[in-house]
T-cell receptor
Framework: DSGVTQTPKHLITATGQRVTLRCSPR?????VYWYQQSLDQGLQFLIQ???????AKGNILERFSAQQFPDLHSELNLSSLELGDSALYFC??????????????FGPGTRLTVL | QQQVKQSPQSLIVQKGGISIINCAYE??????FPWYQQFPGKGPALLIA?????SEKKEGRFTISFNKSAKQFSLHIMDSQPGDSATYFC?????????????FGGGTRVLVKP
């Protein structure tokens, strides 16, 4: 168990809908990363937050957004969903001071299915 | 643009054998190269990582070999066990105080036969 929690575990929705994925980082971790894992694109970095502020952006669609709250949990919002958005979404967290060492701890993921 | 290429996509090895997975990268600014292990239904877990100032790092049965001039690195799993059956991902990043986004290879599915 990495200490990173993600809810829900599974999510089934229809095209055009909007969903919110939630992540709670390990206790004390200030950085939260979001990754998407799909069969055709593999594991791809989406976005990083550090202590409430956006720090880095990857291949994140404009229909997707994220935020990190004062209690450090993060939410990834996916809107106008398309079939191609079906994927596993992982959250990872990193510890202050160990970020420069690169260590990231991944949650169990949320499996999103868009029908 | 795939900045980290991983091969093979899958491999089958007998128990006790050696599993070898190779990765190549393009961005010479990368300075951190981790390997992650992922079991079905689980998130990736850090296995071992290397910085470019060393050519080899060993942790138990897992060894990373790093060739900076060739921009390649590999994972060797010695004495492979059925419990090692998983998907392995190489990754690369540029370490910064503000964090590091990981660029992953495509993954290798390893099956260790008893």
């Amino acid at each position: 168990d990495s200490g990173v929690t993600q809810t829900p575990k599974h999510l089934i929705t229809a095209t055009g809908q909007r969903v919110t994925l939630r992540c709670s980082p390990r206790s004390g971790d200030l950085s939260v990363y979001w990754y998407q894992q799909s069969l055709d694109q593999g594991l791809q970095f989406l976005i990083q937050y550090y202590n409430g502020e956006e720090r880095a952006k990857g291949n994140i669609l404009e229909r997707f957004s994220a935020q990190q709250f004062p209690d450090l949990h993060s939410e990834l919002n996916l809107s106008s969903l398309e079939l191609g958005d079906s994927a596993l979404y992982f959250c990872a967290s990193s510890t202050r001071g160990r970020e420069a060492q690169g260590e990231q701890f991944f949650g169990p993921g949320t499996r999103l299915t868009v029908l | 643009q795939q900045q980290v290429k991983q091969s093979p996509q899958s491999l089958i090895v007998q128990k006790g054998g050696i599993s070898i997975i190779n990765c190549a990268y393009e961005n010479t600014a990368f300075d951190y190269f981790p390997w992650y292990q992922q079991f079905p239904g689980k998130g990736p877990a850090l296995l071992i990582a290397i910085r470019p100032d060393v050519s080899e790092k060993k942790e138990g049965r897992f060894t990373i070999s790093f060739n900076k001039s060739a921009k390649q690195f590999s994972l060797h799993i010695m004495d492979s066990q059925p419990g090692d059956s998983a998907t392995y991902f190489c990754a690369a990043s540029i370490l910064q105080a503000a964090g590091n986004k990981l660029t992953f290879g495509g993954g290798t599915r390893v099956l260790v036969k008893p």
